[in-house]
């Protein structure tokens, strides 16, 4: 009779290798301290934006005025701004109506025919008492840095309000200053729904990215020629 081989299981454990802990006291010291590392290496990027953007955190209330607001776009539900993106244009329309801007960019993504967040935030703004000559729109604000810096090299924008949910407010003013706008934040509460969980934790992550594009301040993806859209709203 032949002899039988290993069998799978066994096979399969074989070529598993166990990850051996270090057995004396310094390896696992330097083990600890390697974690360490990279766990400070991971957080950094999001320690910088809260160190740069916290302070510059504001409510409608409070905010310091500024010629323009600039609402960042958060998707669309069957062509109407979604509940988190309406929430942003309300707190863009109570800054209107208080003076405290003067005109209202509205940056977001209209990469296909079928979807076009600037013209929905514009005609959700429009329906809520903001002035359709105040309402300027950024059709290639397809991420957080293209808004910020076609806001300042397009639109000509020095000094602004940003509005968006807390999750992300801290983002966009650090990115913002790196594109060289001047700005507070109005952090828009929001139910800590699955959304905001996710939004969250896609912050953690975005912030390497952030901290990529502050320092080397890649071109948009669309540029373009300048535009006069707010300059225009601010006669």
Request: contains cysteine; aromatic residues 8%.
């Given at each position: ?5 290993p ?6 454990r ?20 390697v ?14 934006m ?5 302070p510059?955190?504001r ?13 960042f ?18 707190a ?21 025919h ?25 059709y ?8 910020c ?7 000509g924008v020095?000094?602004a ?10 983002r ?34 975005a ?19 300048h ?9």
């Amino acid at each position: 009779m032949r002899a039988q081989g290993p069998g799978p299981v066994r096979r399969i454990r074989s070529g598993v290798r166990r990850i051996r802990l270090p057995r004396t006291r310094r390896g696992r010291r330097r083990a600890y301290q390697v974690v360490v590392a990279l766990t400070v290496l991971a957080l950094a990027p999001a320690t910088w934006m809260n160190a740069t953007a916290g302070p510059r955190v504001r409510s409608v209330a409070d905010v310091p005025a500024a010629p323009v607001a600039i609402v960042f776009g958060a998707g669309l539900w069957n062509g109407a701004p979604s509940p988190y993106l309406a929430h942003r244009l309300d707190a863009a329309a109570a800054l209107y109506d208080r003076g405290t801007v003067h005109a209202v960019l509205v940056t977001g993504d209209n990469s296909r025919h079928d979807y076009d967040e600037p013209d929905a935030m514009r005609a959700y703004l429009v329906r809520h008492g903001v002035p359709a000559r105040k309402v300027v729109s950024d059709y290639a604000g397809f991420d957080t840095w293209d808004s910020c810096s076609r806001a300042h090299r397009i639109f000509g924008v020095d000094r602004a309000v940003l509005v968006s949910q807390g999750f992300h407010i801290r983002r966009a003013l650090a990115l913002c200053a790196a594109a060289g706008v001047d700005s507070y934040g109005v952090g828009v509460a929001a139910k800590h729904d699955v959304t905001w969980a996710y939004g969250g934790v896609r912050e953690v992550f975005a912030a390497g990215k952030a901290a990529v594009d502050a320092l080397l301040r890649p071109d948009p993806h669309f540029l373009g020629p300048h535009e006069k859209g707010v300059t225009e709203a601010l006669r």
